[in-house]
């Protein structure tokens, strides 16, 4: 009998202490927010968005070029119980640029430039492909029944990016430049701004920063609107 209100003692006190430890953190992989208040650790912010290349010298096409991200692959978010959210993560981005038909990027010597294809050429396509970590900061605010606002700052360090450039010559043979480690910007800063409903949201993206560094290459800024689920 003593053996037996030993073992019990011994159930009662480990329960009783991992209850209060989950009194203060709370562990949340589930992508989506939870209204646990205080700090919670969170994965989530899938992203998807068309991106616009805000640009005088490329003609890069909305509809045709894209963006996905995935905000916070590992965070931390704090809930204040009064309707505010704050997380902060680290994330994967990839931003994918792509040319009106008529033109194409060009790596010389000198940079990246845009030009038109050869004479009596069938343009195929021209990208320009850019690889980040990014390093959210995004803050939310309750403003209606599972309705929210969210606002924040993403540092981006793109750390790979790539040309393809692709056509059918005159002759008939299709033609394929690829340059890889061209001259991005190492670090570069977004703006993100959006209204969620329960678990979907739609933002607005956008960066002052060039996508190309300067003297390298066409000045570029970046514009994308999308869909971002589990912020």
């Given at each position: 009998m003593k053996r037996v209100l030993i073992a019990?003692?011994?159930?009662?006190?480990?329960?009783?202490?991992?209850?209060?430890?989950?009194?203060?953190?709370?562990?949340d992989w589930y992508p989506l927010l939870t209204d646990s208040v205080g700090f919670n650790i969170t994965s989530?912010?899938?992203?998807?968005?068309?991106?616009d290349g805000i640009s005088s010298e490329a003609d890069v096409k909305m509809g045709r070029s894209f963006q996905i991200s995935w905000l916070n692959v590992i965070g931390a978010k704090f809930n204040t119980g009064h309707g505010q959210r704050i997380s902060v993560g680290v994330g994967l981005d990839w931003k994918n640029y792509k040319l009106a038909s008529s033109q194409r990027f060009v790596v010389g010597d000198g940079g990246?430039?845009?030009?038109?294809?050869?004479?009596?050429?069938?343009?195929c396509k021209s990208r320009l492909?850019?690889?980040?970590?990014?390093?959210?900061?995004?803050?939310?605010?309750?403003?209606?029944?599972?309705?929210?606002?969210?606002?924040?700052?993403?540092?981006?360090?793109?750390?790979?990016?790539?040309?393809v450039s692709k056509w059918e010559s005159a002759e008939g043979t299709v033609e394929e430049a690829t340059t890889k480690g061209i001259h991005t910007a190492p670090v570069t800063f977004d703006l993100i701004a959006g209204v969620a409903y329960r678990k979907v949201g739609a933002y607005l993206r956008y960066s002052p920063c060039r996508?190309?560094?300067?003297?390298?290459?066409?000045?570029?800024n970046t514009l994308s609107v999308g869909l971002v689920l589990g912020l």
């Open positions: 019990l003692c011994l159930l009662f006190s480990f329960f009783g202490a991992r209850a209060q430890e989950q009194e203060y953190i709370q562990v989530g912010g899938i992203a998807f968005g068309f991106v990246v430039s845009v030009q038109p294809y050869p004479a009596g050429a069938k343009p492909k850019v690889f980040a970590l990014e390093l959210p900061v995004i803050i939310r605010q309750r403003i209606g029944s599972r309705v929210d606002l969210f606002a924040g700052e993403i540092t981006n360090f793109n750390v790979h990016s790539s040309i996508v190309i560094k300067e003297g390298y290459g066409p000045k570029i």
